[in-house]
């Protein structure tokens, strides 16, 4: 997969339908530093890294069709498969509409049919990077960019995420620890979050 070409073209897409570019450009820059951070805990490479930016960058497109918000992680996730994809494989797009689909709402769950169809590899990597931008969500959930830098401590039984920015960064860190529900189930571990500086 050319990398640069795929992401290129999963933002032109974002671009196409996106009404809040800032958003979600700055989700994907959490999502892919929380990814870069929690590599020891997920053990997944340079593709995931992409599919998860691409998902991070097409969560919301599904507003530009419920504009009431209602249900619109299931149109995101709708509009991702019927794009006409030229650099992701139809699996590689199952998984990003998949991970997009998760960011909210319910967790994967094997009564969803679209994720109980996936094999069960495709469907541990759509949970663990879920997992991821759900936080990376819930830390811009004022959708005014406050949270600029995060980094993570591994820690036996949990991580800390420790966050810097504009403050108060208060509203963010809980969106943040309500929406880490699908992380601590699938890494083990509780996760906290945290405005102190790491030592």
């Known amino acids: ?8 073209e999963a933002l ?10 800032h958003h979600v450009l700055h989700v994907a820059v959490l999502a892919v ?29 599904g507003w530009s069709v419920a504009p009431d918000g209602r249900g619109h992680h299931r149109e995101s996730a709708r509009l991702i498969r019927e794009h006409h994809w030229v650099n992701f494989t139809a699996g590689t ?15 994967p769950d094997l009564e969803h049919e679209d994720f109980a169809a ?21 830390l811009d959930r004022r959708h005014v960019q406050s949270v600029q830098h995060l980094s993570a401590e591994i820690l036996p039984g949990r991580v800390v995420i420790h966050l810097s920015g504009r403050p108060p960064l208060t509203k963010e860190m809980d969106a943040g620890r309500r929406k880490s529900d699908l992380a601590t189930s699938i890494f083990h571990r509780e996760f906290e979050l945290t405005d102190t500086p790491s030592r």
């Open 118 to 138: 996936l094999a069960p590899r495709e469907r541990e990597r759509v949970q663990q990077l879920a997992a991821i931008l759900r936080i990376a969500d819930g």
């Open 93 to 107: 797009v199952n998984v990003v509409a998949q991970i997009a689909r998760y960011h909210r709402k319910s967790p």
């Open 12 to 21: 032109a897409l974002m671009q196409a339908l996106e009404e809040d570019p």
């Open 33 to 61: 530093h929380l990814f870069d951070e929690l590599e020891d805990l997920h053990g997944l490479g340079d593709t995931d890294r992409l599919l998860l930016e691409s998902a991070a960058l097409l969560h919301d497109i």
């Open 1 to 8: 997969m050319n990398v640069v070409a795929a992401r290129d």
